[in-house]
């Protein structure tokens, strides 16, 4: 019996600029690998990462859960000629291998990478951000939200990845399952968010954009 869903996901990708050759390779490896792929944002996310940051063309790019890089490198790709990434990972050995990915860029110069836990690197950044991508922990999505919001610029952009969650955040939660009680209680806290708007995207596992309407209420 035919898949729709999945072959619907084939068409779109079918009908998606292909990725290019170190996407490709960095998407292959991590496959190969790494655990925990569902991390890597992949071919049409990654696309529309790449579009959104070359719409907004940032000055400062944050990322909060560097993976293998594969989503660094999209983001990259809009920066203004003096632009930085800085990006965040907890885990200091994918770091290595984002390290190795992101070499092999063009970008390469553009990109820092931090180890560590994303709340005590964030301050010691001292930078406004045009973007910020939330794509670490998803139990500390609502406090990274919180800790980047006053250097989000006004009228700035705060993307966050895997806001469904394979579907759990329609379905009744664990009582252990954090992860999950993470993300809807981040995917609430921003729909009433009065400082922002926002509109959830089913991509992949959900990316929900944001922007940044004032700091205060």
């Known amino acids: 019996m035919l898949d729709k869903d999945r072959e619907i996901e084939k068409y779109i990708a079918a009908h998606t600029s292909a990725e290019d050759e170190l996407l490709h390779e960095i998407y292959r490896k991590t496959n190969l690998s790494v655990i925990q792929t569902r991390m890597i944002s992949g071919h049409v996310q990654g696309k529309i ?7 907004i063309k940032p000055k400062n790019i944050l990322e909060i859960g560097t993976f293998t890089g594969y989503s ?6 809009g920066l203004q000629n003096n632009g930085e990434l800085h990006s965040i990972d907890i885990n200091d050995e994918i770091l290595e291998t984002a390290k190795l990915m992101i070499a092999k860029s063009q970008y390469a110069n553009k990109i820092y990478l931090h180890a560590g836990d994303a709340k005590d690197v964030i301050p010691a950044l001292n930078k406004k951000f045009d973007i910020v991508f939330i794509d670490g922990d998803k139990r500390n999505y609502t ?3 919180k800790a980047v919001f006053d250097l989000v610029n006004t009228g700035g952009y705060i993307f966050a990845d895997n806001v469904l969650w394979d579907g759990k ?3 009744p939660v664990k009582p252990n399952d954090r992860q999950t ?3 809807i209680e981040f995917n609430d806290f921003v ?4 400082r ?7 991509v992949r596992d959900g990316l929900m954009i944001i922007r940044k309407l004032k700091n205060r209420l």
């Open 49 to 55: 990462l790449e579009f959104l940051s070359k719409m």
């Open 72 to 77: 660094a490198i999209c983001l990259a790709k």
């Open 143 to 145: 406090d990274n939200y």
């Open 169 to 171: 955040v329609v379905e």
């Open 181 to 183: 009680a993470g993300i």
């Open 191 to 194: 729909q009433n968010d009065l």
């Open 196 to 202: 922002v708007e926002n509109v959830l995207f089913n």
